[in-house]
């Protein structure tokens, strides 16, 4: 099973990722630059968190523009697994891979802390090492992380299960008081169509080892190398 990590200038969450991934895969992924134009074979695409370009336009706007990601594009469109992370997901929405918008936080301020996270569901590669309604903390990083989607792609996502996981108390309770940053219904990440590409605000990948805050995102990386490492 093999992994890439695609890097931009302003990518500042990469380091994290690939050692998230080595230490569910044992050998560390590729890293591929932005400018690069073509993609060795893989099984899972990885966008890593940071501030690509700046955020000098528009998050992630101008990465969804870089020559790698014609190569990502087609990739996810043959069924690659592709995980977008804060800056992440902020591209894969600008290229159109995963529907809405990421905006300005509700309360126009950078949200830096842990969140607790409920499990919508666990019949992917990405959820399968949680249980449904399972409560997981994780660190958020972000001031543009709110997520927006018009009502009709809203109930679109709602009524085929494309919400992977929601902002929510330590309880599980989702509630205005629980979201941080005003996304629509609560959303923290969401899924294609097809469940093979996964666009989250959250950083699963700042939580992996216990004497670096916690574990909470640890399952999400094991459940999805065991997948594909199964699906191959």
Known sequence: MKAAVILFPGSNRERDMVMALEASLGTPPLEIWHGDTELPEVDLIVVPGGFSYGDYLRSGAMAAHSPIIREVKDRAEKGVYVLGVCNGFQILTETGLLPGALMRNAGLKFICKDVHLKIERNDTP????????EVIRVPVAHHDGNYFADDETLK?????????????????????????????????????????ILGMMPHPEDAVERLLGGLGGKPMFDGLIAGLEGAA
């Not at 929510?168 to 169509?193: F, P, Q, T």
């Open 126 to 133: 990405f959820a399968q090492g949680y249980s449904v309604g």
């Open 156 to 196: 679109e996502l709602e009524d085929n299960g494309r919400v992977g996981f929601r902002y929510c108390s330590e309880d599980g309770s989702v509630d205005a008081a629980s979201n941080v940053n005003g996304s629509r219904n609560n959303i923290a990440g969401i899924y294609n169509k097809r469940s093979t």
